[in-house]
C-alpha cells in the first residue's frame, strides 16, 4: 500500500518528532521525569484533538496517526529510561546495604562514616548520585537517595524492616505543611 502524505501533513509530523525528541532528551535525563507532568495537560487536549481529527477528516488522517504514534513510542522510550534508571540506581543502593550490613555484622557497630564500607565517596556518588544521604546515629543508620524520576522524592532504607520506603518531600518537611496551610 503506497499512501503520500501532503505538505502540511509532513509539516505535522516533522514537528511532533522535532519537539517529542526534544522531550525525550530533556525528561530522559536522571531526575528531570517530573517535567512530564508539565506537558500531561497539554499533550492530553493534542490527543483528544487529534482523535477527533483522525475521526472526522480522512485526509488528515495518516498524517495524525503518524504523529499520534511518534508521541506514544516517545513517551513509551521515557518510561523505559526511567525505569532503567531507577533499577540500576535501586541496584546499585542494594550493594551499598549490603556492604553496610555486612560491617555492622563484622564490628558490632554502623560505619561512622560511608567510606568505612569499603567503597570510595566518589564511587557511591557515582552509583547514587552526589545527593544520597548516610546517617549513623546512636547505632541507628539510614541510607538515603534522591528518587531518579525527579529531584524532590527520595528512597529510604529502614534497616530494621530491611526494605525501601518512598518518601514523598511534602511530607518530610513540618514547616512546609504548615507554610501551605496557613496560605489556604
Request: proline share 2%; net charge positive.
Amino acid at each position: 500500500m503506497r499512501f503520500r502524505l501532503s505538505t502540511q501533513a509532513k509539516r505535522k509530523v516533522y514537528s511532533a518528532t522535532i519537539t517529542a525528541v526534544i522531550v525525550v532528551l530533556t525528561t530522559g535525563q536522571r531526575h528531570a521525569g517530573f517535567l512530564l507532568l508539565l506537558g500531561a495537560l497539554p499533550l492530553t487536549l493534542w490527543l483528544t484533538w487529534s482523535a477527533w481529527i483522525i475521526a472526522r477528516y480522512a485526509y488528515a488522517r495518516a498524517g495524525q496517526l503518524i504523529c499520534v504514534g511518534v508521541w506514544i513510542v516517545a513517551l513509551a522510550l521515557l518510561a523505559s529510561i526511567h525505569l532503567t534508571w531507577h533499577n540500576a540506581t535501586r541496584r546499585d543502593a542494594n550493594e551499598i546495604v549490603a556492604a553496610i550490613n555486612t560491617y555492622s555484622t563484622t564490628y558490632g557497630r554502623c560505619p561512622t562514616r560511608i567510606e568505612h564500607i569499603g567503597i570510595k565517596r566518589e564511587h557511591i556518588e557515582d552509583m547514587l548520585g552526589a545527593n544520597y544521604r548516610y546517617v549513623c546515629d546512636g547505632g541507628k543508620f539510614k541510607l538515603s537517595y534522591v528518587a531518579t524520576f525527579t529531584i524532590f522524592d527520595t528512597y529510604a532504607y529502614d534497616f530494621a524492616k530491611d526494605n525501601w520506603a518512598y518518601e514523598r518531600w511534602d511530607l518530610k518537611w513540618p514547616e512546609w505543611k504548615t507554610l501551605v496551610k496557613s496560605s489556604s
